[in-house]
């Protein structure tokens, strides 16, 4: 009796370890870190130097909302040159390193607990305007 418990008190063990694991590798520790909070406090860092003073009100959101491919909606606050829109949706690509963006914006992303890293490239329109385009990093901090 006492070695029919143990192998149920290991069987389950081994459950809860698997179901953690699988957790993991689905994304939804990254998900649910990238949407408990509103993110600000923007210091940006863009080829043209430190931009942090233009993006002082900066502040995006990301809800978990699965649909149609995506793993949720996004809303975006003065969101300058860099986010040319204030809505749509997101998911992460296959290996949680990046999030695109419903416009196709592709951005690096690197979260944790205390911060999220963003870095992507904006392309210039008809013509090169001074912090339109080029490259840019975001590192924003939990509100």
């Known amino acids: 009796m006492k070695t029919l418990f143990?192998?149920?008190?290991?069987?389950v063990a081994f459950q809860f370890t698997a179901c953690k694991d699988e957790?993991?590798?689905?994304?939804?520790?990254e998900?649910?870190?990238?949407?408990?909070?509103?993110?600000?406090n923007a210091q940006v860092?863009?080829?043209?130097?430190?931009l942090s003073d233009q993006y002082e009100s900066f502040a995006i959101v990301f809800t978990k909302n699965p649909s149609s491919g995506f793993d949720g909606t996004?809303?975006?606050?003065?969101?300058?040159?860099?986010?040319?829109?204030?809505?749509g949706r997101w998911k992460f690509n296959e290996d949680f390193s990046k999030i695109i963006l419903s416009s196709g914006?592709?951005?690096?992303?690197?979260i944790n607990e205390?911060?999220?890293?963003l870095e992507f490239t904006v392309a210039p329109e008809t013509g090169r305007l001074m912090g339109t385009s080029g490259n840019f990093l975001f590192n924003l901090q939990p509100l």
């Open 23 to 29: 957790s993991d590798e689905n994304g939804s520790v």
């Open 6 to 11: 143990k192998v149920i008190v290991l069987l």
């Open 114 to 117: 205390e911060q999220l890293l």
């Open 45 to 50: 860092t863009h080829d043209d130097g430190d």
């Open 31 to 40: 998900i649910e870190m990238l949407t408990a909070h509103t993110w600000a």
């Open 105 to 110: 914006k592709e951005m690096v992303a690197e």
């Open 74 to 87: 996004f809303v975006v606050s003065n969101g300058g040159y860099a986010f040319s829109e204030s809505s």
